[in-house]
């Protein structure tokens, strides 16, 4: 019974606002779709449960009265609320489409969005996506970015976020390399090693290497005869027998199964939970922006 007490007066609320802005029952049940008397109705029953009278009534105009003046603005503000929800509801629905930006460090970009982005414009095809490889932190809301997948710790922004996955960090060189100069057995021993580091082209440092040892995280940074800015540049060299080098394990992944690459000093690997896709509150219900969403949560 309380249930249905609460509908008729939601009913009464809104056929008060739309009564109180067009001046007229009639005009509010024309823009209802209901029924004239019915507009009457449900305002009757909520001036009696209200204990006040709303309108002053006279055979030509419909005036608010002091009192359905105050609460006048307050119904208006639930009037757009049900129609912004079910503008929602109906962008929900709606299929993908328009231009999506989407920036994303170089690996993360190479290596996992890239090569899903095909399968995505065939499930999706009014959806043109554009993506942007630095890694430089851009500015989402200035370049107008709907998406954005970042690593390491982000600040508080007031952008909507989610974990993605683990990165996890470890230590690779080539078969011929370990062949020739042995596989070290704790990161204490790279100092004997040739190593290749990467350089942050954001900041000019070099990457400090991350180990675990002993139950706590450890980082280094061992001196380098070779520096590559691009982590795609220190790939190539670790395989071209240029000494160990650290890498993500999905940037290693294709050249550890070619055989190219093998991890080493695994039990002292590094996971961190630290990459994340980041996006607009603007953006939160539309259509191509929850679809790369999903498709970013199958990628990782």
């Known amino acids: 019974m309380k249930e249905q007490i609460a509908l008729e007066r939601l009913t009464g609320l809104i056929a008060f606002a739309r009564a109180g802005s067009l001046g007229s ?7 209802l779709s209901i029924s004239p008397s019915a507009v009457s109705r449900s305002v009757q029953r ?21 009192e359905g003046r ?4 307050r119904a208006l503000r639930l009037l757009r609320d049900a129609e912004d929800i079910e503008q929602a509801a109906k962008t929900a629905r709606a299929e993908p489409a328009g231009t999506l930006r989407v920036a994303a460090s170089l690996p993360i970009g190479v290596h996992l969005i890239a090569p899903a982005l095909p399968a995505f ?3 999706h095809p009014a959806v043109t996506v554009d993506l942007r490889l630095s890694d430089q932190i851009v500015d989402i809301v200035e370049q107008r970015i709907d998406i954005a997948i970042r690593i390491g710790d982000l600040p508080d922004s007031g952008l909507l976020s989610r974990k993605l996955a683990p990165l996890r960090l470890g230590a690779y060189a080539s078969p011929g390399y370990l062949a020739k100069r042995g596989v070290p057995s704790h990161p204490d021993d790279l100092q004997g090693h040739d190593t290749v580091t990467l350089r942050y082209q954001s900041t000019g440092q070099f990457f400090r290497w991350p180990f675990r040892i002993g139950g706590r995280e450890v980082e280094m940074t061992p001196p380098s005869g070779l520096v590559a800015d691009v982590s795609d540049a220190v790939m190539a060299m670790l395989v071209a027998g240029g000494g160990i080098g650290i890498s993500a394990s999905f940037v290693a992944a294709p050249y550890v199964s070619r055989g190219e690459l093998v991890p080493i000093l695994t039990e002292f690997a590094v996971e961190r939970n630290n990459i994340t896709v980041l996006w607009p509150e603007s953006r939160r219900t539309n259509p191509a922006v929850r ?7 199958e990628i990782f």
Not at 25 to 31: H, L
Not at 48 to 56: A, M, N
Not at 291 to 297: H, P, S, T, V, Y
């Open 25 to 31: 029952y009639t005009a509010a049940a024309r823009s």
């Open 46 to 66: 909520l001036e009696q449960h209200l204990g006040v009278s709303l309108f002053t009534r006279t055979t030509r105009a419909l005036t608010l009265t002091p």
């Open 70 to 73: 105050d609460l006048h603005e």
């Open 121 to 123: 414009r065939e499930k």
């Open 291 to 297: 679809a790369f969403l999903a498709l970013l949560q």
